[in-house]
């Protein structure tokens, strides 16, 4: 008969087989990653439900209650888990860091490209694309249309 920690185990170990195994199925969980969560699974779910094996360790490392190993293991488990998580996390955070600056370096040259080649033209960046002069004509007096469509300058002329 298993008692009621034990199925506790065997019940927590299979959830989190099912969440690694539906996270790796969606692709929120890299392979290399879930690979780690599933053999951590399987190792929690012998340890349940071979209570025998737990009891020996138990009683080789001096532990009164088995039970409370297993959650010791989990608990370094965990703590390593997080450690290498750490350590990856630093890693990409420097990578993001490397990438920053290279776009802002990239970012810089392009404006210092557009820039003498506006100095050139006399345009600015939007308005070259969108056509327009920097420089726009605007007559003060308003435009009169004859009756064959054409527009004259102004009306005094």
């Not at 290399?32 to 599933?38: H, I, K, M, N, T």
């Not at 349940?48 to 080789?60: F, H």
């Amino acid at each position: 008969m298993i008692d009621r920690i034990d199925g506790i185990g065997v019940a927590v170990s299979l959830m989190l087989l099912a969440t690694v195994l539906e996270l790796a199925r969606r692709r929120k969980l890299t392979e290399e990653y879930s690979v780690l969560w599933v053999l951590c699974g399987l190792a929690l779910l012998v340890l349940s439900i071979r209570r025998d094996w737990l009891d020996r360790s138990a009683l080789w490392l001096g532990v009164h209650y088995p039970p409370s190993l297993l959650l010791l293991a989990l608990i370094v488990v965990v703590f390593v888990a997080a450690l290498s998580f750490s350590v990856i996390l630093s890693s990409q955070r420097r990578q993001i860091e490397r990438l920053v600056e290279d776009t802002a370096l990239l970012a810089a040259e392009l404006r210092e490209m557009r820039g003498d080649r506006q100095l050139g033209t006399g345009l600015r960046g939007d308005e070259e694309a969108d056509g327009l002069s920097a420089v726009s004509a605007v007559s003060p007096e308003p435009m009169v249309v004859d009756a064959s469509g054409h527009g004259a300058q102004s009306r005094g002329q």
